[in-house]
């Protein structure tokens, strides 16, 4: 199927698409690696008035770690920047899930910042960005504001965005201490979206974590931040007992349906099983302090 009819709009200055923005509201719909979008008009689930593409905005595109160690992705940073960047040492499950986006055609094309304004319940930032604490940085005439992970998507394909608002930047913070995480997702085959995912992020100090977060994708219809899982492992070492109760939580925190892909009951357990293995260090990835 064609797409319906659109206007598009290729401003080079972000000022420029915000201006855009502002005019057209709800009626303009922002074009960043179009990986999801696109099918999206040639189905005509979106049928928007006008296209404003920010791919000739370069001062989006770009990732770098501060000096205090957050680590800022610009909204037209691609997945497969992520995966060949070198700066993700301390940044483990950002490194872990990089290359299981989809395939490596639409990791030279989609965004990490496009990918959680999608809010696809199946999309695998979005829980990274929730088990990491991370901001969605956004502008528009209201001037720029930061959008805590946990208020980003409010529901399947919906987003926190105002109408007139552009998302410019990812801004995840550094650790506190020893990073270590993981992201572990069971798909049906490579490059296929999520049928369970699971983020695993924590920071430790002489081996007691002081920082956890463990957020699920495709087991509910938005991605799922594993709270009082996480909690559980605050103040403690990751022993087994520990890693068992945190691994009980987030299952008991997953809201699985049964489909072609499974029943919730497997899909339960997969969560369970991932964030066993990813607190356990098989999976996991670490970083030096
Ligand atoms: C075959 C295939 C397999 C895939 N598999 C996976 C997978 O396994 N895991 C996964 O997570 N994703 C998967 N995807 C989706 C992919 O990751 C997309 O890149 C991503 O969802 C959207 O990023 P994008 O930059 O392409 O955004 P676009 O398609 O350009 O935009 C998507 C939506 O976000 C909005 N948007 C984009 N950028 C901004 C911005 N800066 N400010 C405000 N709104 C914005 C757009 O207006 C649009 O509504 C797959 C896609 C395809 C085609």
Redesign the pocket.
């Known amino acids: 199927m064609y797409p319906s009819r659109f206007h598009y709009e290729a401003p080079r200055s972000l000022d420029d698409a915000l201006d855009l923005k502002a005019a057209h509201g709800d009626d303009a ?11 999206l008009l040639k189905l005509r689930f ?1 049928s928007p008035e006008l296209l404003v593409d ?1 791919n000739n905005i370069p001062a989006l595109d770009y990732h770098v770690v501060d000096a205090d160690g957050t680590l800022r992705v610009g ?1 037209l940073c691609r ?1 497969a920047d992520l995966e060949r960047s070198t700066l993700l040492g301390k940044h483990p499950t950002m490194a872990a899930a990089a290359p ?4 490596p055609i ?1 990791r030279n ?3 990490l ?3 959680w ?2 809010a ?1 319940p ?4 979005a829980s990274v960005m929730l088990a990491l604490g991370a901001v969605l940085v956004v502008d528009g005439p209201g001037g720029r504001r930061q959008i805590p992970a946990s208020q980003v998507v409010t529901g399947p394909f919906q987003n926190s ?1 105002r109408p007139d608002e ?3 930047e990812a801004r995840i913070p550094g650790a506190s201490g020893t990073a270590a995480g993981s992201y572990l997702k069971l ?1 049906r085959r490579v ?4 049928t369970v995912g699971v983020a695993v992020a924590v920071d430790s100090s002489g081996g007691t974590v002081s920082r956890a977060g463990i957020a699920l994708t495709g087991v509910g219809p938005a991605n799922i931040e594993a709270t009082a899982a996480a909690q559980a492992l605050v103040g403690k070492r990751l022993d087994a007992g520990t890693i068992e109760q945190a691994a009980a939580l987030a299952a008991e925190a997953a809201q699985p349906k049964t489909d072609h892909r499974g029943s919730a009951e497997y899909k339960r357990h997969i969560v369970h099983t991932f964030v066993t293995r990813g607190l356990g260090g098989n999976g996991a990835v670490h970083a030096a302090a």
């Not at 960043?32 to 696109?38: K, P």
């Not at 299981?100 to 395939?103: E, S, V």
């Not at 490059?191 to 999520?194: L, Q, R």
């Open positions: 719909k922002v074009l960043a690696g179009g990986q999801s979008l696109v099918p979106a920010i909204a997945h299981m986006i989809a395939d639409v094309r989609g965004t910042v496009g990918s304004c999608h696809d199946q999309g695998d930032w965005l552009i998302a410019i798909e490059g296929d979206f999520a």
